[in-house]
């Protein structure tokens, strides 16, 4: 059964690796901006903004990339800034047919004009909440230590803690990968783990075998963010049939989620193009794989743009789908019972409808 866009958008969808900072509206950026009286944008056209923050263009670099973060972080200083992008957020995702999501964000980033750590995350929350008022959509937020600022990831572990039962479902790293293993973090780890709390790291985006090793065996993170590089842990022979090393067998095993996000990979280079991604390979072979969008407005996707880029690239159909998105919703921070009840009430239902509707579709057209 192929996947149109309109029934990808109406069918349930779960993210789990979303960045806050980098799923923006363009015309928000422009607003937030003359209210702070930052006039470093490129451009106060929505139309422009947009296109330059986009990162597929031939032109793009890695400074640009950059550059497009440090002007979304200044526009989100405030309580106000931070309360009005995360209910944006929401609503864009609830839009696009998104029933469950985890967004995450560094709050060390958000203290330039005063705010706490606790304030940032405080009102990112009260943002979440207002956003999922009387929408099918269930919101968790997850708060990213940055790889580079290594004295502030035990001061983000227990800043995550502290909030988790407001909203705060679990922990990560981000940031450069190269040069900083994730066992430099090890307290904030320990930390997590001695709470019986969660968290997920940014390993084996563009770096490769022994991050990812490091991130599950010595950190013992729950899911990779992104993991693509797991892929060199598995031989794809000539007469088709595939061997899997000690590591990649293990993270299949053991059901390891990888938060994939085929368009961003792309965009930063990691991957060349979706076709040459590992996220079908490893959808094959029945790896934990989930689909996610990364950075909505520096990739210029929803999650719908994502999963029919693998409908058009790999022909995924809806039975994939649904089976991704169970991927998704079992690999959530969120309690158990919650998880039970998205499947049940939104995921199941309404790949049932949608199903349904298919075949009648094609008994008419018999
Ligand atoms: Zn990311």
């Known amino acids: 059964m192929s996947l149109?866009?309109?029934?990808?958008?109406?069918?349930?969808?779960?993210?789990?690796?979303?960045?806050l900072d980098g799923g923006l509206r363009p015309r928000t950026v422009i607003e937030l901006a003359a209210d702070a009286g930052y006039r470093d944008l490129p451009t106060t056209d929505p139309d422009e903004l947009a296109a330059w923050f986009f990162q597929g263009k031939p032109d793009s670099s890695l400074?640009?990339?950059?550059?497009?973060?440090t002007h979304t972080v200044a526009v989100m200083q405030t309580p106000e800034a931070l309360e009005r992008v995360a209910a944006e957020c929401v609503e864009d995702l609830a839009a696009d047919g998104v029933v469950y999501a985890e967004v995450r964000f560094a709050p060390e980033l958000h203290l330039q004009s005063g705010?706490?750590?606790d304030e940032v995350v405080q009102a990112t929350l009260a943002g979440l909440r207002r956003g999922a008022e009387g929408r099918d959509i269930t919101m968790g937020l997850l708060l990213?230590?940055?790889?580079?600022?290594a004295a502030r990831s035990v001061e983000i572990a227990e800043l995550a803690i502290r909030h988790r039962d407001e909203g705060v479902l679990g922990f990560d790293m981000a940031g450069p990968e190269a040069g900083y293993p994730p066992t430099r973090y090890l307290d904030a780890f320990h930390l997590i783990a001695h709470e019986?709390?969660?968290?997920?790291?940014?390993?084996?985006?563009?770096?490769?075998?022994?991050s990812i090793w490091e991130a599950l065996q010595w950190c013992g993170a729950e899911r990779l963010g992104h993991g693509v590089r797991i892929v060199d842990d598995i031989t794809v022979h000539p007469d088709g049939h595939v061997s899997l090393g000690r590591l990649s067998a293990?993270?299949?095993?053991?059901?390891?989620?990888?938060?994939?996000?085929?368009?961003?990979?792309?965009?930063?280079?990691?991957?060349?193009s979706i076709a040459d991604h590992p996220i079908d390979l490893l959808r094959r072979l029945r790896f934990r794989v989930t689909v996610n969008t990364d950075n909505r407005l520096m990739s210029g996707i929803s999650l719908t743009d994502e999963f029919a880029a693998l409908a058009r690239t790999f022909g995924i159909g809806l039975?994939?789908?649904?089976?991704?998105?169970?991927?998704?919703i079992k690999s959530a921070f969120l309690p158990f019972d919650g998880r039970l009840r998205i499947i049940n009430e939104q995921v199941k239902p309404?790949?049932?409808?949608?199903?349904?509707?298919?075949?009648?579709?094609?008994?008419?057209?018999?």
Not at 63 to 69: C, I, M, P, T
Not at 144 to 149: D, G, L
Not at 319 to 328: A, H, I, S
């Open 4 to 19: 149109d866009v309109a029934t990808i958008r109406s069918a349930p969808k779960v993210l789990l690796h979303d960045h």
């Open 63 to 69: 400074e640009q990339y950059l550059e497009a973060f």
């Open 115 to 117: 705010m706490t750590l």
């Open 144 to 149: 990213s230590a940055i790889r580079q600022a």
């Open 196 to 210: 019986n709390f969660h968290f997920t790291l940014h390993a084996g985006e563009a770096f490769g075998l022994p």
């Open 250 to 272: 293990f993270v299949r095993d053991r059901r390891v989620p990888l938060e994939m996000c085929p368009t961003s990979n792309v965009h930063i280079g990691a991957v060349r």
């Open 319 to 328: 039975e994939d789908m649904e089976w991704l998105t169970l991927n998704g």
């Open 350 to 366: 309404g790949y049932a409808r949608l199903r349904a509707a298919a075949s009648a579709a094609e008994l008419v057209t018999r």
